[in-house]
């Protein structure tokens, strides 16, 4: 399980910070900016070879990536001709578009992973009933388990999440649910009851319910390209959406950041889908992506999001933000972090030893 683990990682990540900076790479290069490195990792050099004026890297430390362009410091000795190439000598726009094309070729990839999982087919959990809670609405009317829900409200359905949204919007007002039972037709009406319930998030919050389960039924769901390409944008969308909720969340003290995971987790994660099967593995990559890509918009130095801030600042005003003042925020975003990568990492291992807790 631990080598399965390893590979997997190792894959999963370097997948995803090529991805990255194959954005920030190949905008570079269209914006006519010199390209000295493209590197998959940190620290010493482990294989490398260079073709043209950039040297193609695999570096010790798997846990990122860089990019080093002609001029990114802003303060080398360049000759003319560099000083053309030259990132920092670059419109702040064109300086935006290579900052933002990293995170965004992340938002690409995820939308494209999910678009090729819908396209080959993808399974779907049908209207049949599981489960029927006791004292319920759902009870009440009579539904039983074994059910097949055909459509409601002369609405037709085939998928349980369908079911959901269809009881959410219709308040108190009473239903008319078409079932099939034992190759009989027959018309249920049934009145939605307001419960207490809990998000993802575990806080409480009030839905309309009827009392039912999902079945393990299911079928495997093949749609056209075109279909599966607004299927994926919307899994893109919904699992951003997602992410900056639970950002939000964390800020306002709901979740703990006890509840923060490093690469050890996302090691044992990845394992545990590449054991499942390769669209488990490939959906956890996309699903990923969209995480690092909405991280690293965040607006803290070091990262994508805190260069973007600066140089949106240098759009509005016109002017550059003062050097020193740009060096204590990546110290600060440096230190930031650290701090965040010890405590992942101290989340993981307390896992390990304290799983459960």
Not at 21 to 29: I, R
Not at 320 to 330: G, I, L, S, T
Request: glycine share 10%; net charge neutral.
């Amino acid at each position: 399980m631990l080598g399965i683990n390893i590979i997997s990682v190792i894959i999963l990540l370097g997948i995803l910070i090529f991805v990255h900076e194959l954005g920030h790479f190949l905008v570079a290069k269209l914006s006519g900016v010199g390209v000295l490195k493209f590197s998959l990792g940190f620290g010493p050099k482990v294989l490398g070879k260079k073709i043209g004026e950039t040297e193609y890297l695999l570096s010790a430390i798997p846990l990122g990536g860089y990019v080093k362009m002609v001029g990114e410091s802003g303060d080398e000795e360049l000759s003319p001709d560099d000083q053309r190439r030259s990132f920092m000598k670059q419109s702040v726009y064109k300086r935006i578009g290579i900052v933002l094309a990293g995170p965004a070729f992340n938002f690409l990839f995820a939308a494209l992973v999910f678009t090729f999982i819908y396209s080959i087919g993808v399974p779907v959990v049908t209207a049949r009933v599981g489960d029927v809670m006791a004292n319920s609405a759902a009870s009440a009317a009579g539904i039983q388990k074994g059910d097949l829900i055909l459509a409601i409200d002369g609405t037709e359905i085939s998928r349980w999440s369908e079911i959901s949204g269809m009881i959410q919007k219709s308040g108190e007002r009473e239903l008319l649910l078409t079932i099939e039972r034992d190759s009989e037709i027959l018309d249920v009406p049934i009145k939605p009851r307001l419960v207490k319930d809990a998000n993802i998030f575990g806080e409480e919050t009030s839905a309309y319910r009827i009392g039912i389960g999902s079945s393990d039924e299911t079928f495997i769901e093949k749609r056209n390209p075109l279909w599966a390409l607004g299927a994926g944008l919307e899994q893109t969308w919904s699992w951003t959406k997602l992410v900056c909720l639970g950002i939000v969340k964390m800020i306002q003290g709901v979740i703990s950041p006890r509840e923060l995971g490093g690469p050890i987790l996302i090691a044992q994660m990845a394992g545990t889908q590449a054991k499942q099967g390769i669209l488990p593995f490939i959906y956890f990559m996309a699903v990923l992506s969209v995480n690092l890509g909405v991280l690293n918009l965040l607006p803290i130095p070091v990262l994508d999001g805190g260069h973007l801030f600066f140089y949106v600042i240098e759009a509005v005003t016109g002017r550059e933000v003062n050097m020193k003042w740009r060096e204590v925020a990546q110290q600060v975003g440096f230190f930031l972090i650290i701090l965040l990568m010890l405590l992942v990492f101290y989340n993981d291992i307390m896992r390990i030893f304290y799983p459960g807790q």
